[in-house]
């Protein structure tokens, strides 16, 4: 019988691969969305900014609902699964910055697991 592998084992097509919440929900839902907070827009921002910076390891893509609505616009970044919220192309800016270019976190937009 074949054994699991282990996930030092597994490939990684990328370096990060970011998600970042674009769902949508109808106008005053009690949740909210991302893309009413402006997660499309910021989206487009992050993926130009990632190609300046030259991340050809990153992929940043648009995923629907994260379940963290009422704390979004959200995005979590694996392989390390840590999960940021953002609401400015200056949020984004730190982001790629500090996360995906020197390999950090930006303790101020860190969601909290509670």
């Known amino acids: 019988m074949d054994l ?14 970011v998600f970042m919440c674009v769902n949508v929900r109808p106008a005053g839902h009690p949740r909210g969305c991302c893309t009413e907070k402006g997660s499309l827009e910021l ?25 963290r609505c009422e704390r979004g616009p959200a995005l979590v970044i694996y ?8 609401e400015s192309k200056d949020d984004i800016d730190k982001i790629v910055r500090v ?12 969601m909290e697991n509670d």
């Open 4 to 17: 699991p592998r282990l996930e030092e084992d597994l490939p990684y097509f990328y370096g990060s691969h």
């Open 43 to 67: 989206r487009a921002y992050m993926k130009n900014r990632a190609k300046e910076a030259g991340l050809t390891d990153v992929r940043i893509n648009a995923s629907q609902c994260l379940d």
């Open 79 to 86: 392989p390390e699964g840590v999960w940021y919220r953002f």
């Open 99 to 110: 996360h995906l270019v020197e390999g950090g976190r930006v303790a101020g937009l860190l």
